[in-house]
Structure formats: C-alpha cells, structure tokens
C-alpha cells in the first residue's frame, strides 16, 4: 500500500515557477514508476510526466516539455515536478500517481495509487 501527498500549489504570475512535491509512505514506494496528471476545471484529467522508480527514465507531455522537469529522490520517498514558464493554461488541480514501472505510465489507468491533489493557478 502507497499512500501519496502533494504539496506546493499556488498562485503564480505568467512566467514564474513552482515546485510541486509528492510524498509518499510506504516501504516500496521506490519500486514504483510515478506520474504526475492534471485536470482543469470542466475538462478531462491529463498526462503530465513520467519518471521510472530509479529515475534514469521521463518523459512529458508535449504541451510541459522543456518546462517542466520530474524528478525523484527515493530516500526521501518523494517526487518532485518542477514547473517554470509557467503559462495560464497550466492551472488545473495537479496529482501524483503510483504504478507499475512495467507499464507505459501516460494513461491513468496505469496507476494504482493517487493523491488527493494539489492546486495551480497561473495568472496572466
């Protein structure tokens, strides 16, 4: 059993930066793939990034890339989104996500455990 806790939302301006966190409990929470999804207001939840347990693999949705960065540190059983140039249509509540590394991981069916979510919003 995972259990996951994001931190770190707020507001922002258009253009600046936040790191978002997701704490998780659980002996063997590093040998899980951990993705990170986002869901605007009346729109449907989307992939964000990826990042494999060791944290030598990521990848990201083409709307974040070369904004955002994924990260890991595994002896703090913590996950970490980077998130800089920050644009409006970048609000949404953001949420972490465990599964298993064996899968894809850019579906939301590929994880197992979520948080409860954290909010963005970006102001223009």
């Known amino acids: 059993q995972v259990q996951l806790v994001e931190s770190g939302g707020g507001l922002v301006q258009a253009g600046g930066s936040l790191r978002l966190s997701c704490a998780a409990s659980?002996?063997?929470?590093?040998?899980?793939?951990v993705g990170w999804f986002r869901q605007a207001s009346g729109k449907e939840r989307e992939f964000v990034a990826r990042?494999?347990?060791?944290?030598?693999?990521?990848y990201y949705a083409d709307s974040v890339k070369g904004r955002f960065t994924i990260s890991r540190d595994n002896a703090k059983n913590t996950v970490y989104l980077q998130m800089n140039s920050l644009k409006p249509e970048d609000t949404a509540a953001y949420y972490c996500?465990?599964?298993?590394?064996?899968?894809?991981?850019?579906?939301?069916?590929?994880?197992?455990?979520w948080g409860q979510g954290t909010q963005v919003t970006v102001s223009s």
């Open positions: 996500a465990a599964g298993s590394n064996m899968l894809p991981g850019y579906k939301s069916y590929h994880y197992d455990y």
């Open positions: 659980g002996r063997t929470f590093s040998s899980y793939a």
């Open positions: 990042i494999s347990w060791s944290g030598d693999s990521t």
